[in-house]
């Protein structure tokens, strides 16, 4: 257990939809990290944020956004669904916001967009 | 550019050694990370190399050479629960990790 959590742990939708995905860092870390995995694919980089500022941002579409709370809990909003963004995403969570810092993850939230 | 290059899938057998190299291409390099990940799970991590050399911990030793753009990962004694990907990442430009697509490995009894 990485101490990094994240719900719900599954979501089925429809194209189209909307959602929103929750995560809760380890307790002292500052920087959160969304990661989306698709079936037998790598990860893909969306977006940190750290202390409440976005920090760098990968290939995040237009249709997803993110923020990160005072309580340093973040939230994914994933909008305008396509069959193409079903897939695992993950949370992960530092204590710095350096490149260096381990990053711990968390179970992860698997979407299906029927 | 930036890139990092892993074998897609590598087999060995319960109790033996197997090395899962990577290489990689990048800018603004101060570090490489191992991950472990079972299927459908979250990666978990192995080890964080800065300097040259090998980096021993338990059955799992990480290798780096900054001069060539190389690390390896080697498991030793290696058990059915070892079945896993590997991930490597390596911190580029951008403030940003660079993550391999990852190594399957399959163990066999």
């Known amino acids: 257990d990485s101490g990094v959590t994240q719900t719900p742990k599954h979501l089925i939708t429809a194209t189209g939809q909307r959602v929103t995905l929750r995560c809760s860092p380890r307790s002292g870390d500052l920087s959160v990290y969304w990661y989306q995995q698709s079936l037998d694919q790598g990860l893909q980089f969306l977006i940190q944020y750290y202390n409440g500022e976005e920090r760098a941002k990968g290939n995040i579409l237009e249709r997803f956004s993110a923020q990160q709370f005072p309580d340093l809990h973040s939230e994914l909003n994933l909008s305008s669904l396509e069959l193409g963004d079903s897939a695992l995403y993950f949370c992960?969570?530092?204590?710095?916001?350096?490149?260096?810092?381990?990053?711990?993850f968390g179970p992860g939230t698997r979407l299906t967009v029927l | 550019g930036q890139n990092i290059d892993q074998p897609t899938e590598m087999t060995a057998t319960e109790g033996a050694i197997v090395q899962i190299n990577c290489t990689y291409q990048t800018s603004g390099f101060n570090g490489l990370f191992w991950y472990q990940q079972h299927a459908g799970e979250a990666p978990t991590f192995l080890s964080y190399?800065?300097l040259d050399g090998l980096e021993e911990k338990g059955r799992f030793s990480s290798f780096l050479s900054r001069s060539k753009g190389y690390s390896y990962l080697l498991l030793k004694e290696l058990q059915m629960k070892d079945s896993a990907s590997y991930l490597c990442?390596?911190?580029?430009?951008?403030?940003?990790?660079?993550w391999g697509a990852g190594t399957k490995l399959i163990i066999k009894p």
């Open positions: 990442a390596v911190t580029g430009s951008n403030y940003q990790l660079i």
């Open positions: 992960a969570s530092s204590v710095g916001q350096g490149v260096t810092d381990t990053q711990y």
């Open positions: 190399n800065v």
